[in-house]
């Protein structure tokens, strides 16, 4: 027999080998093997405005449980750090087969504006999370991402007679929000970060373990970071006044409100309000959630809740007059889309 020969035949044989080893659990022997079963599950973070998978990127943890068909609890897992940027990220976990519903809550570890209301339920109700605020229902964090997840009913089957391997992907959604809310003088002159006041009032301090708003006192957000700036147009310098008064505007003073929310909702009114602080007047008043709305552009299709859970960030600039009042001619630019209200007095 040849070299070459004899070289096939013990490659054929190694061959041979590894598929009976693999196959074993299949076998029928008089001390049979148990085939190897294992259900895993991952996250996926692709419920945003760009459709991409920003899982690795944005969330830094995560807490999952499942719940059998009874409703009780089978199992819960958590993980954190950098083992979640990896792109095979997964929890094993010793489930059985079986029927199981999947709920997650990411975002919760070192996070000090949400509180969850037990990490051992003994039902998937007890899985509700609430904003943690100051008194008088007052939040002026910079609220960390917190995000959820369900998965509905997954059903687990194992094959006695081969391997039976499942990973379930858990679709996560972003429910914070960040909100910038810009004044800009029209006539170029100064904003003093004191004479001006920017909150967000709605009711959504408490989620539900399906992510639903639950019952809630109403919240005032207030800005955690409140800048002031001045934009001057490159090679131009201040030109004195026509003899009519008027005058070319090459510098824009600009108040910046850097704010947070929880989950923003159709179903509950939010109100943006812009409050002049020397003569305790409210200057703008407007209903956030329609004007957000008007702005969804090329994405008509979508529904509008879709739309308020993909989108998380959001930019917003009103343009005040001499007077220190809106000038709703003006109109707003929101995400870049200009949106003109309606000329009359909106308050």
């Known amino acids: 027999m040849g070299i070459n020969k004899t070289g096939k035949i013990i490659a054929g044989g190694a061959s041979l080998l590894m598929l009976l080893l693999s196959g074993s659990c299949s076998m029928v022997t008089d001390d049979p093997v148990a085939c190897p079963a294992r259900l895993s599950v991952r996250f996926v973070y692709d419920y945003n405005i760009k459709f991409a998978d920003a899982f690795q990127h944005e969330v830094k943890s995560v807490n999952v449980w499942a719940f059998g068909s009874d409703g009780s609890l089978a199992w819960s897992g958590s993980a954190s750090g950098d083992a979640l940027a990896e792109s095979d990220f997964k929890i094993d976990t010793p489930l059985d087969e079986g029927s199981y519903e999947f709920v997650a809550w990411c975002g919760l570890e070192g996070n000090e504006d949400f509180e969850l209301a037990t990490y051992t339920p003994t039902s998937r109700e007890e899985l509700e999370i609430t904003l943690r605020t100051l008194p008088g229902d007052v939040s002026r964090s910079h609220l960390a991402g917190l995000y959820h997840g369900y998965t509905g009913v997954v059903d687990y089957e194992v094959d006695p007679y081969r391997p039976s391997f499942k990973t379930v992907s858990i679709p996560l959604m972003k429910d914070t929000k960040d909100i910038r809310v810009m004044l800009q003088h029209l006539d170029g002159s100064e904003i003093d970060n004191r004479d001006f006041t920017c909150t967000i009032t709605t009711a959504d301090a408490g989620l539900g373990w399906d992510n639903a708003l639950l019952p809630s006192p109403m919240v005032t957000y207030s800005p955690w970071e409140v800048r002031y700036g001045v934009t001057t147009a490159p090679g131009t310098t201040e030109r004195p006044a026509e003899a009519d008064g008027s005058r070319t505007i090459t510098t824009v003073a600009s108040l910046l409100f850097d704010m947070s929310t929880s989950r923003l909702s159709t179903s509950r009114p939010a109100t943006l309000t812009i409050h002049r602080n020397w003569d305790d007047r409210d200057i703008i008043r407007i209903n956030l959630i329609d004007y957000l709305l008007l702005v969804k552009g090329y994405y008509r299709e979508m529904?509008?809740?879709?739309?308020?859970?993909?989108?998380?960030?959001?930019?917003?600039?009103?343009?005040?007059?001499?007077?220190?009042?809106?000038?709703?001619?003006?109109?707003?630019?929101?995400n870049n889309w200009a949106v003109v209200p309606s000329q009359e007095n909106p308050l």
């Open 303 to 334: 529904g509008d809740q879709e739309y308020l859970d993909r989108q998380d960030d959001y930019s917003i600039v009103f343009f005040i007059d001499k007077n220190s009042n809106w000038n709703v001619a003006g109109g707003i630019f929101i």
